[in-house]
């Protein structure tokens, strides 16, 4: 049973650039979350989706945006990129109806 | 959103229980208990969760107060592959629109 899938595992960018991070989530469930860790820090929500839309929403500014599609699997985008972008980003994916999350691995994200 | 207060870190002899404390005295009476632990920062692995009653698993125990303002994970026999940081976590919101705060952390040693 495969787990939350997240893809790349890194990436380097440069400031200003566009970045599209992928998740696929764990069988059987329907609403994925995004998070945001920075070095020594625990994750931060960014948001969640559930149905194909953004149900909530954590404190990040309108360049963090995403998807979700018919198969449940997401993507996170993040456009002009900041130095301050740099992180941990990690997909957490869980059902509707509650009980746990599973998070994936992360992809970390350099900008340069 | 509910925060959460552990402690920065703490060590455990092998074989021994670990127990973990966390303050979250700002609970509402609707929002649950999570514990992650995350390894050299890898993605965070989901341990237990709580709301009002006791619980255990085949990881650890969770005792919460009766009210509700602190908590307590038990690995009743930590082993060297539980050094992590574990996280306490308050999840707001419901279903399809939840979020996990996380904190900090503490950060445990297990050591021979």
């Known amino acids: 049973d495969a787990g939350v899938t997240q893809s790349p595992t890194h990436l380097i960018k440069t400031r200003g650039q566009q970045v599209t991070l992928r998740c696929s989530p764990k069988s059987g469930h329907d609403t994925v979350s995004w998070y945001q860790q920075a070095l020594g820090q625990g994750p931060q929500f960014i948001f969640q989706?559930?149905?194909?839309?953004?149900?909530q929403r954590g404190n990040f500014p309108d360049r963090f945006s995403g998807h979700q599609f018919p198969n449940y699997s997401s993507e996170l985008n993040v456009n002009a990129l900041l130095l301050g972008d740099s992180a941990l980003y990690l997909c957490?994916?869980?059902?509707?109806?509650?009980?746990?999350?599973?998070f994936g691995s992360g992809t970390r994200l350099t900008v340069v | 959103d509910a925060k959460t207060t552990q402690p920065t870190s703490m060590d455990c002899a092998e074989g021994r229980a670990a127990n973990l404390p966390c303050n979250h005295s700002t609970i509402s009476g609707n929002e649950y208990v999570y514990w992650y632990r995350q390894i050299h920062s890898q993605g965070p692995q989901y341990i237990i969760h709580g709301l009002k009653n006791n619980e255990t698993n085949e990881m650890a125990s969770l005792i919460i107060t009766e009210d509700r303002k602190s908590s307590t994970l038990i690995l009743p026999h930590a082993t060297l592959r539980d050094t992590a940081v574990y996280y306490c976590i308050v999840r707001s919101g419901t279903g399809t629109a939840s979020k996990l705060t996380f904190g900090t952390g503490t950060r445990l040693q297990v050591t021979l």
């Open positions: 989706y559930y149905e194909e839309e953004e149900r």
């Open positions: 957490a994916s869980s059902l509707a109806q509650g009980g746990g999350y599973t």
